[in-house]
């Protein structure tokens, strides 16, 4: 079974790639800690900075990670997540939306 | 000890109706009858070895199409028991608690015993044949995801003889599907009937995606894929991304009902509303989850009944695509009464009404297909002409229902169940009728017989109208639904009396259709051709009934309508056949865990409907046994041997 | 096994078709966003719902959180070196990292039994409030997630003993390694969501 060994170089990412975005992510995920334990910022600009800091870390571990820009084309996988997140954000907005005016 | 028998037996089996002894008797009758057959005949080894573990797409598409067809009958025998009961005001037929449990189970067999498994069983018959691939891409999860539909299905068919039927609607809105007002296991059935089939839809959802992206025969890029197998694609599209919605959404009903957790609660910080929100956001996707593919099946019949190449393919493709993925923007327009802001209203109306587009185009697609066609008017392109004008108007009284204001008027009235029931039957019942009568050669090798099939035709197309246009009329003279009885001084008996008619008329229609069915077994036109109506795709260049492995050789795609071409060539001398070579073809084996394991999630649903937590045990460790076992099974595959493909395309009067 | 291996398109067959159910399974991860997006949605809806009882704020007990964190972050960087290992072909060091990365996921799923007895004693459980009920839930589903990651991982470590990389093998710990990252990345936003902005 020695013949699939040749397979991995080319699409699987490096220690390189895994390593920057373990401390990436660490970064991104002590930042947002330090803000948040300390009152750093003001409510809403609080929430949105920890919520990019998430979206960022995401990013990073689909990149660094899961190797999003690797793989054979066309990329199926990437058009289906694209409209996953495009229906989660929808479920998710849509609901507060919604349900705002319903809460008593 | 006899005493406590006695105890349990009363609540657990549903009693003190003659209805309900009299299908107890028919079900005990019907299962010793199977038995003794089976047993007779020593069968028993032929259902286990041909069937129940089989994992060809067209097996398990032929199961899919016979318990749906069994889950028409019941859900339609539910239909009728309400007409009758609302043919004449203050009628006794029926009580007021068996008409919700009629109602509730009539709605949920429908869309999703019925429609959801007879879509399922059509995209099992056709699409791997129509592009050209041996199986689906994932042949035991297809047949995981079947047998999680059915013992879904039987789950929540035994509410009827054990402990209740669920009534609270098809839906199951809380409050009223709390344990407050619905305490006992009717509801519970209900959820997790829903829950496991779900899974099974899920699963289904993805394996059709990754065959209509990756299985395609060389050559066939998407650009020249059959319009059938693009309706699978956009429809599977949208069962991955609603399924899950529907998942969390009777979880949470569950956790309510089960756990006292405050989700759905009219008390604790609960929310019945959050609940109407997150069902509809399955629940409209699921709609056109259900009535894309009849598009899809409409532009195969109407493009081979016409003899002429389907107008306007791409934007086919483009509407059916956009449709997919407007279906999830529009979901608040199913509750514009509960009260919520002007602007959300405003949105989602008119997402609602932008929908009207896609399909307009569509509509009119098919009619400049046929416009000059050379049109033969068989069984399926009746159904498909029928479906037009029947559509049509389902969907204008839609869109007259997104006008939020009036809406006010017409929500929830009779108004609404004609309007629904008008695209529900009009659009999906016809065209899986129109279908199963197209491709119902490819799978039996015989064709249904003509004359019953008119019959049938016309009973449930006069028998439709008949029955919901008076509808339309009562709901807006103030009839609103779920009512299970009215006075006579509501002026409301005589349109009542006619729609009753006209629902008998289409159970007729059924009937026609049943003995046509058993009728064309033994009498129906044999297929010897594998090309009976003289039709454009690759499912109709191999024999018929399809062989298990489908295709001798992989097909090479030039263009599309592929078959449709290669028949012209050869007509005009022009055709340069390919060098047939024929090599081992490579084929999963059957397996036994998908029955076994969908049997232990039976298990899981029924210990938890009744608060049986160690049944659930069992089946939870039952189904974490079957996927170890399955994840070490590493002989999962075979080759058939080049002499055995030769002997089989033989003895179908092929010569390769 | 596999004495189809040797025929000369068996081994075409058999990566082709792993290849589609790495496909298969990216769309499964993706369904699963779409549940987790649900159960955000539902406690997005029920964040204020504490009908009176505890609330997040004073109950939640950040040491044990911010620790859970860290930990689920570094088993997803090794099972990402779990699949370096793969892809050099030494079977050895893709079962010590797969080892390192199940021994830190248990402990994540230990931390949190803790998180959520120490909650149950403090007065918040299912049947406490919407907010709780929703809590419980979000979390409670990635933890389970977690769960049955870890027997999944077992069971690969077992078969890897057994048959070493083979086509097989190297798509069953291609999925798990992304749906272990899919699990991090999920708890990103529950950790932001639920324990940042409940504590804010």
């Known amino acids: 079974m020695t013949q699939h060994q040749n397979h991995g170089d080319h699409n699987h990412g490096s220690l390189k790639s895994y390593v920057i975005g373990f401390i990436l992510s660490i970064v991104l995920t002590i930042i947002p800690l330090v803000l948040v334990m300390n009152q750093m910022m003001e409510k809403t600009a609080l929430v949105i900075t920890i919520m990019v800091m998430a979206i960022l870390q995401f990013v990073v571990q689909l990149f660094f990670f899961m190797h999003i820009r690797e793989g054979e084309k066309p990329r199926y996988n990437v058009q289906t997540l694209i409209l996953g997140l495009v229906i989660v954000f929808t479920i998710v907005a849509g609901s507060i939306w919604i349900m705002m005016f319903n809460k008593y | 000890m006899w005493e406590d028998i006695k105890e349990f037996a009363s609540t657990f089996f549903v009693t003190g109706d003659p209805l309900i002894y009299g299908a107890d008797v028919s079900i ?78 009539h709605g949920t067999i429908m869309i999703l015993f019925m429609a959801m498994p007879m879509m399922f069983g059509l995209f099992n018959m056709v699409v ?147 609940y109407l929100n997150l069902i509809w956001m399955w629940g409209h996707p699921e709609v056109y989850i259900v009535v894309v593919p009849a598009f899809g099946i409409f532009s195969e019949v109407v493009a081979t009944f016409s003899r002429k190449r389907i107008f306007g393919y791409k934007s086919m493709v483009w509407a059916m695509m956009v449709i997919a993925i ?24 008119i997402s609602t009404m932008v929908i009207a587009i896609p ?98 035709f016309w009973f449930w197309n006069i028998g439709f109208y008949i029955c919901f246009m008076p509808q339309y009329a009562l709901g807006f003279m103030g009839m609103t639904r779920r009512y299970y009885t009215y006075g006579w001084d509501r002026g409301w008996e005589d349109l009542n009396l006619v729609s009753t008619v006209g629902a008998f008329m289409m159970g007729i229609g059924f009937i026609f259709q049943v003995w046509q069915i058993t009728y064309s077994i033994k009498h129906g036109e044999r297929d010897t051709t594998g090309d009976p109506w003289d039709a454009r795709t690759l499912e109709w260049s191999i024999p018929s009934p399809a062989p298990f492995y489908n295709f001798a050789t992989v097909p090479q795609v030039k263009e599309a309508d592929d078959w449709w071409a290669t028949k012209q060539a050869k007509a005009n001398g022009t055709y340069k056949p390919e060098p047939v070579h024929l090599e081992p073809i490579h084929m999963p084996k059957n397996s036994g865990i998908p029955i076994v394991m969908s049997t232990f999630w039976f298990l899981i649903g029924f210990g938890l409907t009744f ?18 076992v399955r994840s070490f099974q590493y002989d999962t595959d075979y080759y058939v041997p080049v002499d055995e493909v030769r002997r089989t395309e033989a003895s179908l009067g092929r010569v390769l | ?71 689920l972050l570094t088993s997803s960087f090794t099972s990402g070196l779990a699949v370096l290992a793969m892809n050099k072909g030494k079977v050895n060091e893709l079962i010590a990292w797969l080892a390192v990365t199940a021994a830190l996921g248990l402990a994540f799923v230990v931390l949190e039994v803790n998180e959520f007895t120490h909650l149950v ?52 710990i291609t999925n798990l390694s992304l749906y272990w990252h899919f699990l991090d990345v999920v708890w990103i936003f529950l950790f932001t969501v639920v324990y940042l902005m409940g504590v804010m």
């Not at chain 2, 889950?71 to 029926?94: I, T």
């Not at chain 2, 809105?173 to 519970?188: I, V």
């Not at chain 2, 199913?334 to 802001?341: A, E, I, L, V």
């Not at chain 3, 839930?137 to 048959?163: D, N």
């Open chain 2, 326 to 349: 407007a279906s999830f923007f529009t979901w608040a327009h199913h509750f514009f009464t509960m009260g919520t802001s002007a602007s959300v209203i405003a949105f989602f109306a």
């Open chain 3, 1 to 71: 096994m596999a004495n189809h291996h040797d025929h000369s398109h068996g081994h075409d067959h058999h990566e082709e078709h792993e290849q589609l159910k790495v496909l298969g399974f990216w769309i499964f991860v993706v369904t699963d966003c779409i549940l987790f997006g649900t159960l955000f949605a539902t406690y997005a809806v029920m964040m204020n719902s504490f009908a009176g009882g505890p609330t997040g704020k004073e109950l939640f007990e950040m040491p044990g959180i911010i620790a859970s964190t860290f930990i």
């Open chain 3, 121 to 172: 004693h403090e007065g918040a459980t299912m049947a406490t409030s919407g907010y709780w009920s929703s809590f419980f839930t979000l979390v409670g589903t990635h933890g389970l997630h977690v769960s049955i990651g870890l027997f999944w991982m077992v069971g690969l470590m077992m078969q890897l003993k057994r048959r070493g990389i083979t086509a097989v093998t190297r798509r069953k």
């Open chain 2, 611 to 628: 608060g049986w937590v160690w049944m659930a045990v069992i089946g939870f460790i039952g189904v974490a046994v079957c996927m170890w």
């Open chain 2, 28 to 105: 005990v009758l019907t299962i010793l009858a199977i038995v003794f057959v089976l047993t007779k005949y020593k069968k028993w080894g032929w259902l286990w070895r041909e069937w129940l573990t089989t994992v060809d797409h067209k097996r398990i598409g032929i199961m899919y199409l016979i318990s749906s067809l069994l889950m028409l009958f019941r859900g339609g025998v539910d239909a009728l028991l309400m007409r009758l009961q609302l043919a004449f005001p203050n009628l006794e037929f029926l009580h007021a608690d068996h008409y919700n449990a009629i109602f509730t189970t």
């Open chain 2, 128 to 274: 791997p044949l129509q592009i050209g691939a041996r199986d689906v891409a994932f042949p035991f999860l297809n047949a995981l995801s079947f047998w999680l539909f059915f013992l879904g299905a039987m789950l929540f068919n035994l509410s009827f003889v054990i402990g209740g039927s669920p009534d609270a609607g098809w839906l199951s809105y809380p409050p009223l599907s709390q344990n407050d007002f619905s305490p006992g296991p009717g509801q519970n059935f209900w959820i997790w009937g829903i829950q496991i089939s779900g899974i099974g839809s899920l699963a289904t959802g993805i394996n059709f995606i990754v065959t209509i992206l990756k299985m395609r025969a060389p050559g066939m890029t998407l650009s020249k894929m059959p319009l059938f197998s693009w309706s699978v694609l956009s429809s599977s599209i949208m069962i991955i991304f609603a399924f899950p919605i529907l998942t969390v959404t009777i979880a949470l009903l569950f956790l309510d009902r089960f756990a006292g957790a405050h989700f759905f609660t009219m008390d604790g910080g609960g929310n019945p509303m959050m």
């Open chain 2, 359 to 456: 399909t307009g185009v569509k509509v009119f697609n098919w009619l400049f297909t046929m416009f000059r066609g050379r049109i033969s008017f068989k069984q399926p392109m009746l159904w498909t002409i029928a479906f037009i004008p029947c559509f049509l108007v389902g969907g204008a009284t839609g869109v007259m229902l997104a006008v939020a204001p009036a809406d006010y008027q017409y929500h929830n009235s009779y108004f609404l169940i004609a309007h629904f029931h008008q695209v529900l039957i009009g659009g999906v019942v016809f065209g899986y009728l129109a279908g199963i009568y197209y491709w119902w050669p490819k799978l039996f090798g015989f064709k249904l017989d003509e004359k019953l099939g008119r019959w049938g």
